[in-house]
């Protein structure tokens, strides 16, 4: 399985595009067992949509119900050349909030 591949990789963490598919890939690395950390994409940076707050924490969320918060990163699922700054500025302003509050709830 891919997943295997990815974990055996000397990597220390992996990054993967998963916003288009709302996290899918999540329950097949949390049945595997993942013992590294993944940085799972949070933004589609091939939209020009911006995402909302709450789509943002709902994929984090989704994140760190398969995964160990401690093993996960939150990611872009690529660079940011194709977008411009306005929606870079207000994705990753709402990328910064939905860490935060997901944060909270998980050290909670």
Same mark, same amino acid.
């Given at each position: +399985?891919?997943?295997?591949?990815?974990? !055996? &990789?000397?990597? $220390?963490?992996?990054?993967?595009?998963? *916003?288009?598919?709302? +996290?899918?890939?999540?329950?097949?690395?949390?049945? #595997?067992?993942?013992?590294? /950390? &993944?940085? *799972?994409?949070?933004?589609?940076? #091939?939209? *020009?949509?911006?995402? %909302?707050?709450?789509?943002?924490?709902?994929?984090? @969320?989704?994140?760190?119900?398969?995964? $160990?918060?401690? /093993?996960?990163?939150? !990611?872009?699922?690529?660079?940011?050349?194709? @977008?411009?700054?306005?929606?870079?500025?207000? %994705?990753?302003? !709402?990328?910064?909030?939905?860490? @935060? /509050?997901?944060?909270? /709830?998980?050290?909670?």
């Amino acid at each position: +399985m891919v997943v295997d591949a990815i974990d !055996n &990789l000397d990597a $220390d963490v992996t990054s993967i595009e998963a *916003p288009r598919s709302k +996290m899918d890939i999540l329950p097949a690395v949390a049945e #595997h067992g993942f013992s590294r /950390q &993944l940085g *799972p994409g949070i933004w589609d940076i #091939h939209s *020009p949509r911006i995402p %909302t707050l709450e789509e943002e924490t709902a994929l984090l @969320r989704a994140a760190t119900a398969a995964l $160990d918060p401690r /093993q996960l990163w939150v !990611n872009l699922d690529c660079g940011l050349k194709t @977008r411009a700054y306005s929606e870079t500025i207000a %994705t990753l302003r !709402n990328l910064v909030a939905a860490a @935060r /509050q997901v944060r909270e /709830q998980v050290s909670a």
